[in-house]
């Protein structure tokens, strides 16, 4: 025992310990997804996060160290993102085409969120600060932490949310959808892109490529119209 922990504390000095783990949790989950089916149930990055978890707690091991370790993974989180543009533009005629209707949907979608996550925050007996941590867990997290954070409340707590929000969207939402009959790709990647951010975006790429540009459309105009009009919002009824 006392070998194997000598062992653990000479790799984790080593920034890669962390990077290999993660990839390594993330091949387990998307490995136990394909054999599943792929069932949206079975979510590759709930899993790896699970994984992740134990073994910070197992060993003792601090996030910020982890984090140092796996900064490079969140690094390419940007060029990711900006990597959306090319279904999008595959896709960019059905989007011209479908503006109005992308329009009134993504308002829509985007208010119901942040109104139903205040309304159960209240109902439920919260603080006007956990409304404000509650009210973009639609949105990404960076963007949704900048707006709690300028409106008062605690960022920590949004990120945790719309991470929680992003792994239900991405795993619930196609079920829902079934339920409710969409076919269309199109709507389907706008409805995830909407409620459920990266992660849903992610998902839907995996799944369709013109779900997967209707959803990362989504889940930048979400961010956009969320920052612009939240904070507008807030300050004139409040």
Do not use: C, D
């Not at 076919?183 to 995830?192: D, F, M, T, V």
């Amino acid at each position: 025992m006392q070998s194997l922990t000598t062992l653990w504390e000479h790799l984790s000095e080593s920034p890669l310990l962390y990077l290999t783990l993660t990839l390594i949790a993330y091949q387990i989950g998307l490995y136990l997804y394909q054999k599943s089916g792929k069932k949206p149930l079975v979510n590759p990055v709930l899993i790896a996060i699970i994984l992740l978890v134990i073994l910070l707690l197992v060993t003792g091991t601090p996030y910020e160290r982890y984090f140092e370790g796996a900064s490079f993974l969140h690094f390419l989180l940007g060029p990711a993102t900006v990597a959306l543009a090319i279904p999008l533009y595959r896709q960019f005629e059905k989007v011209r085409k479908s503006a109005l209707a992308i329009s009134i949907s993504l308002l829509t979608g985007s208010a119901v969120s942040a109104v139903s996550s205040v309304l159960i925050a209240w109902a439920l007996g919260g603080s006007e600060q956990s409304f404000l941590s509650l009210a973009p867990k639609s949105v990404t997290t960076p963007v949704s932490m900048g707006i709690t954070e300028a409106l008062g409340g605690v960022p920590s707590l949004t990120a945790v949310l719309v991470i929680i929000t992003g792994i239900l969207g991405a795993s619930l939402g196609p079920t829902v959808l079934n339920i409710v009959r969409v076919k269309s790709w199109a709507a389907r990647g706008l409805a995830i892109g909407t409620a459920a951010h990266g992660l849903g975006t992610a998902r839907k790429l995996q799944v369709n490529e013109e779900a997967g540009a209707f959803s990362g459309l989504a889940m930048g105009l979400n961010a956009l119209a969320t920052a612009i009009l939240l904070p507008l919002v807030w300050y004139w009824i409040f």
